[in-house]
């Protein structure tokens, strides 16, 4: 990557802590933060409360164009907003998880939503000097050329364990299968497009499996630093 700014890529599983460590680690780091599934959220969100049919992809498509989405990309408070209206927990329901690969696997949607992302990663990283972006294919189409690309990974017994307890608190035990379907289901579909299963060359894999969430961050960090050690912000 030429520019003088940190640009660091994470892809990865359902519910191996992309989201989470990638923030706390731009949080560390004191740099932009992008969430790029979130975008792929929005757009559902959009489609369903405009009674757009998720299975007619050129519809699907022309509301991508249109949508009025912006990403608030500040680590301590990132943000989802449509038309003005905040929508960060609308686009986490159960209507819209379950929804969300039918735009993900529009391959008229992709190129739209990879191009903002690509655009939003310039943007963010020449305002506050670099950017964690994550997502499925941030490693591999999106920023390929990234200074640091990562592979964060987990068992899948680790993903359905965090994502349960996540969704179910103490219940998180007995909850385990009614997960099953927001993570294997989702990552089934969602790999019918993107590649996030395993590292393409160059990308370095971090298994968190065995870690817990600061030790995760850390590992993120320690990669980053090895990577790109002159671009790491003072
Ligand atoms: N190493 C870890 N150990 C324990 N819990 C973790 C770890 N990493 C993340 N978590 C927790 O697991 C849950 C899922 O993490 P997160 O939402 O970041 O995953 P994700 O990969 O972004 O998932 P998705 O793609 O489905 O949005 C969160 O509750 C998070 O706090
Ligand atoms: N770069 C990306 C980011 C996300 N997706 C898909 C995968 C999921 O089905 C959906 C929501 O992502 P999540 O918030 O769960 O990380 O979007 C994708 O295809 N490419």
């Given at each position: 990557?030429s520019?003088?700014?940190?640009?660091?890529?994470?892809?990865?599983?359902?519910?191996?802590?992309?989201?989470?460590?990638?923030?706390?680690?731009?949080?560390?780091?004191?740099?932009g933060?992008?969430?790029?599934?979130?975008?792929?959220?929005?757009?559902?969100?959009?489609?369903?409360?405009?009674?757009?049919?998720?299975?007619d992809?050129?519809?699907?498509?022309?509301?991508?164009?249109?949508?009025?989405l912006?990403?608030?990309?500040?680590?301590?408070?990132?943000?989802?907003?449509?038309?003005?209206?905040?929508?960060?927990?609308?686009?986490?329901?159960?209507?819209?998880?379950?929804?969300v690969?039918?735009?993900?696997?529009?391959?008229?949607?992709?190129?739209?939503?990879?191009?903002?992302?690509?655009?939003?990663i310039?943007?963010?990283?020449?305002?506050?000097?670099?950017?964690?972006?994550e997502?499925?294919?941030?490693?591999?189409?999106?920023?390929?050329?990234?200074?640091v690309?990562?592979?964060?990974?987990?068992?899948?017994e680790?993903?359905?364990?965090?994502?349960?307890?996540?969704?179910?608190?103490?219940a998180?035990e007995?909850?385990?299968e009614?997960?099953?379907?927001?993570?294997?289901?989702?990552?089934?579909?969602?790999?019918?497009?993107s590649?996030?299963?395993?590292?393409?060359?160059g990308?370095?894999?971090?298994?968190?499996?065995?870690?817990?969430?600061?030790?995760?961050?850390?590992?993120?960090?320690?990669?980053?630093?090895?990577e790109?050690?002159?671009?790491?912000?003072?």
């Amino acid at each position: 990557m030429s520019s003088k700014h940190l640009v660091v890529a994470v892809d990865g599983p359902s519910g191996s802590g992309k989201s989470s460590v990638s923030r706390a680690a731009a949080k560390a780091l004191g740099v932009g933060y992008l969430d790029t599934g979130a975008m792929y959220r929005a757009v559902t969100w959009w489609c369903l409360e405009e009674g757009i049919d998720l299975t007619d992809q050129e519809a699907v498509a022309q509301a991508t164009r249109d949508i009025p989405l912006e990403m608030g990309t500040d680590p301590a408070s990132p943000s989802v907003h449509v038309g003005g209206r905040e929508i960060e927990d609308d686009i986490r329901t159960t209507r819209v998880s379950e929804a969300v690969s039918k735009v993900a696997t529009n391959t008229l949607v992709r190129p739209l939503l990879q191009q903002l992302q690509r655009d939003l990663i310039d943007q963010v990283a020449t305002e506050t000097g670099g950017v964690v972006a994550e997502g499925r294919d941030i490693t591999t189409v999106v920023a390929p050329d990234a200074d640091v690309r990562i592979l964060l990974t987990a068992s899948v017994e680790a993903r359905l364990r965090r994502r349960s307890k996540e969704l179910h608190g103490h219940a998180a035990e007995h909850a385990v299968e009614a997960t099953r379907d927001q993570i294997v289901r989702r990552d089934a579909d969602d790999s019918t497009v993107s590649d996030f299963m395993e590292a393409a060359e160059g990308v370095t894999l971090v298994d968190t499996s065995d870690l817990d969430f600061e030790q995760s961050v850390d590992a993120l960090l320690d990669v980053v630093r090895s990577e790109a050690p002159d671009k790491v912000p003072a």
